[in-house]
């Protein structure tokens, strides 16, 4: 692409400047120069007419596998993923092999990312290998580029430990993020507990499990005036503990993901192991009360928990698959549902998907101010189109949406001014 570069008379929609409104953003070396000012004689133009176009999107939850689990997904497939997807930066977590919980393994990650297609922002572990003994070294793993903490894919069941990584990890300015799972409740099931398990045969996990641990954390951060994030948020009880802990002022953020507010546990019928996660597909009584916790804004971001897996842990008998879905190249069709149903506004959108998760992770992103790198996504939110397994970026194919026909997705995604990902339109 030129130095500079036009993008013309597209829907410019910037929740943190107030801008929603047709017109042009200017380009010039990798940072926004103006919304709506004539463009220099030499500039490159791109017609993004029917178009939004927006702050790069932000998932700030994902897991890119490496190192330890390429043949799942890597840093360049996974990047590439969300690159086609919209996102221009990616929060990975840190259940990797060897577990990201030392300045070591953050630096190979962030070495490994610099032939991405998108930013990359490594999550350490909480504990040392994410057994939840010993903190592992906030320090020296900030000091590598670790913007948050988390033992995604296992609570901490030790509530002192947890206290201590809250105290420890604000000193470091680095976010907590918690996997909420009391394992006590949870442990053998296998889905959510409730009529579609019993007609399944199949051992379910109840919803206080989510509800128990959420509690927990959100009184840790109550108790230490330190602020937790709480990660994939699947229930209607999780959902009201958090409105009532805002309500009264505790430092708790939340994400849910697409699937919590698209699906149910009846995409189990059948044992589609392409349906299993963790925590599992809920109710639909839960599902509405995650759509109304991203309204009135209880929940405040939409990641995806991208969860590579091969059919090697896929195609087995659906107590002994993997749990975990991808989902970078759905989450905006799947979001955008949301806008056309009048849940959520265009604004609310690009404030879930981009200007919330850069407030929580505190990393650049979330604006399109003049001088800020010009992370961009472009979304075409008119186009149809069937979700395949020839389509999918992805090394890995774990989606119980392939064959579902979408309305709205990334055109072109563009990091620090450089295109990396463009759609033919």
């Not at 993923?81 to 630096?107: K, Q, Y």
């Not at 002192?160 to 000193?171: H, N, V």
């Not at 394992?183 to 996990?205: F, I, Q, Y």
């Not at 299993?276 to 804004?297: I, T």
Request: proline residues 6%.
């Amino acid at each position: 692409m030129a130095e500079s570069l036009m993008l013309q008379n597209g829907r410019i929609i910037d929740p943190d400047n107030g801008v929603d409104r047709q017109g042009d953003l200017l380009i010039v070396g990798g940072r926004i120069a103006a919304v709506g000012t004539p463009p220099p004689e030499d500039v490159q133009t791109v017609d993004v007419g029917g178009c939004w176009v927006v702050p790069g999107l932000i998932d700030m939850h994902v897991h890119l596998r490496e190192p330890g689990e390429e043949y799942k997904e890597d840093i360049e497939t996974g990047t590439r993923a969300a690159a086609a997807g919209g996102f221009t930066a990616v929060a990975c977590m840190p259940n990797t092999r060897p577990v990201n919980d030392c300045l070591a393994v953050t630096a190979l990650i962030l070495e490994r990312a610099t032939r991405g297609s998108a930013r990359v922002y490594p999550v350490g572990a909480i504990s040392r290998g994410c057994k939840g003994e010993s903190l592992a070294d906030f320090g020296e793993m900030k000091e590598a580029g670790a913007v948050a903490v988390s033992d995604d894919g296992m609570p901490v069941v030790d509530s002192q430990l947890m206290r201590r990584a809250l105290e420890y990890a604000a000193d470091h300015r680095l976010t907590v993020i918690s996997h909420s799972e009391e394992l006590s409740l949870s442990r053998h099931g296998v889905m959510n507990e409730g009529p579609v398990s019993t007609r399944l045969g199949l051992k379910g996990v109840p919803a206080a499990a989510e509800a128990i641990m959420v509690y927990r954390d959100i009184a840790l951060a109550e108790y230490t005036g330190r602020p937790v994030h709480i990660a994939h948020v699947s229930t209607a009880m999780a959902t009201d503990l958090i409105r009532a802990a805002k309500a009264r002022g505790v430092q708790v953020t939340a994400e849910t993901t697409p699937h919590y507010f698209t699906l149910t546990d009846e995409a189990v019928q059948g044992y589609n192991t392409n349906a299993k996660m963790n925590p599992p597909l809920r109710s639909e009584a839960d599902r509405r009360a995650v759509l109304q916790g991203l309204v009135d804004g209880t929940l405040d971001a939409v990641a995806t928990d991208h969860a590579p897996h091969s059919t090697l842990e896929k195609d087995v008998e659906f107590d002994l698959a993997a749990n975990g879905v991808i989902g970078l190249e759905t989450a905006v069709p799947l979001t955008l549902e949301l806008v056309r149903q009048g849940v959520i506004d265009e604004q609310q959108f690009v404030r879930l998907l981009s200007v919330n998760p850069a407030r929580i992770l505190n990393v650049p992103g979330g604006s399109l101010s003049a001088g800020r790198p010009a992370d961009v996504s472009v979304i075409d939110p008119a186009e149809h189109f069937v979700y395949t397994a020839d389509s999918v970026m992805s090394k890995s194919r774990n989606t119980p949406f392939l064959g579902r026909s979408m309305q709205g997705r990334a055109v072109m995604t563009l990091v620090d001014g450089r295109v990396r990902f463009s759609r033919p339109r």
